[in-house]
C-alpha cells in the first residue's frame, strides 16, 4: 500500500542522512515538523539519543 512505501521512503531518508531528522526531511521535501508527523502517523517514534540533550 501507499503508506508502508512512504514509510519505507522515511525510514531509507532518515538512515541516509545518519539518523538527522533535519537532513532527511530536507532530502523529502518536507519540514521537519511535517516528518515528525509522518513519523508519528506511522508510529516510527525517535530514537532515545534524539531527545538526549548532547
Known amino acids: 500500500?501507499?503508506?508502508?512505501?512512504?514509510k519505507q521512503t522515511i525510514l531509507r531518508a532518515i538512515k541516509?542522512?545518519?539518523?538527522?531528522k533535519t537532513q532527511a526531511a530536507q532530502l523529502l521535501g518536507l519540514s521537519?515538523?511535517?516528518?515528525?508527523?509522518?513519523?508519528?502517523?506511522?508510529?516510527?517514534?525517535p530514537s532515545?539519543?534524539?531527545s538526549a540533550i548532547s
Open 1 to 6: 500500500a501507499r503508506e508502508e512505501a512512504e
Open 16 to 20: 541516509a542522512c545518519g539518523g538527522n
Open 32 to 45: 521537519r515538523s511535517a516528518l515528525y508527523y509522518k513519523m508519528e502517523q506511522y508510529n516510527l517514534s
Open 48 to 50: 532515545p539519543r534524539d
